[in-house]
C-alpha cells in the first residue's frame, strides 16, 4: 500500500488519501491485444479481484471499506500477474509527517 497523498498532500482534499494496493493474483489475464481484454467479464473480475485487496485492507483495519470515495482497478502492461488497486478515501490514514502540511 502506497499513500501518496502523504507525500503530496495537494492530491486530495485535507482529511483524505490517495493510496495504490498492488498485489498478487493467480488468476489468468488476458492480453491487451486479445479481445477479452475489452470484455465485460475481464472489467468485472479486475473489480472483483480489487474488492477482494479492500477487503483484506478492511480485515485489518475495520471500516476501511466503506470509507472509499472512488475505486479504480487495472493491472500493469504488459499483463502480469499483479493487480493494482488505486483509492480515494476519506480514511484518515496515519498521521502526515510533521512539517508537512
Known amino acids: 500500500m502506497y499513500l501518496s497523498s502523504l507525500e503530496d498532500?495537494?492530491?486530495?482534499?485535507e482529511g483524505t488519501h490517495v493510496f495504490t494496493l498492488i498485489g498478487p493474483s493467480?488468476?489468468?489475464w488476458p492480453a491487451p491485444t486479445d479481445a477479452a481484454y475489452r470484455?465485460?467479464?475481464y472489467q468485472e473480475h479486475k473489480q472483483r479481484e480489487a474488492a477482494a485487496m479492500i477487503g483484506l485492507l478492511d480485515r485489518r483495519f475495520p471500516g476501511f471499506?466503506?470509507?472509499?470515495?472512488a475505486l479504480g482497478a487495472r493491472h500493469p502492461l504488459p499483463p502480469s500477474s499483479a493487480t493494482s488497486a488505486s483509492?480515494?478515501?476519506?480514511?484518515?490514514?496515519?498521521?502526515?509527517?510533521?512539517g508537512r502540511s
Open 39 to 41: 470484455g465485460t467479464a
Open 9 to 13: 498532500p495537494s492530491l486530495c482534499p
Open 26 to 28: 493467480m488468476a489468468s
Open 87 to 98: 483509492r480515494a478515501a476519506r480514511w484518515p490514514g496515519p498521521s502526515r509527517p510533521s
Open 65 to 69: 471499506a466503506r470509507q472509499g470515495a
